[in-house]
Nanobody
Framework: QVQLVESGGGSVQPGGSLRLSCAAS????????MRWYRQSPGKEREFIAD????????EYADFARGRFTISRDNSNGTVYLQMDSLKLEDTAVYFC???????WGQGTQVTVST
């Protein structure tokens, strides 16, 4: 069964950090580009970051560059999103996505509040 399972969400104050994880199963993770997206209430799902199969190439949305870091561990089939200097507007449900497989995770809630 092809599956992506996110974890690591939670509540944090502005300026704080969180590290999201996405565990993949049921497909060849090491040959699959991986991405993170997020969706806030009433807004479209938006792209955050992309990482190549080997982890050497990454791409970020403007709002994420410099604050978020995508990485992956092909030995355990997991992609990560390190989020630093979090802002109120980063509150959203965060999803991982395997574009070549067309598979989304169920999402994990991140809430940034004072």
């Amino acid at each position: 069964q092809v599956q992506l399972v996110e974890s690591g969400g939670g509540s944090v104050q502005p300026g704080g950090s969180l590290r999201l994880s996405c565990a993949a199963s049921g497909f060849s993770f090491s040959t699959t580009t991986m991405r993170w997206y997020r969706q806030s209430p009433g807004k479209e799902r938006e792209f955050i970051a992309d990482i190549s199969t080997g982890g050497l190439l990454t791409e970020y949305a403007d709002f994420a560059r410099g604050r978020f870091t995508i990485s992956r561990d092909n030995s355990n089939g997991t992609v990560y999103l390190q989020m630093d200097s979090l802002k109120l507007e980063d509150t959203a449900v965060y999803f991982c996505y395997a574009p070549q497989r067309g598979v989304w995770g169920q999402g994990t809630q991140v809430t940034v509040s004072t």
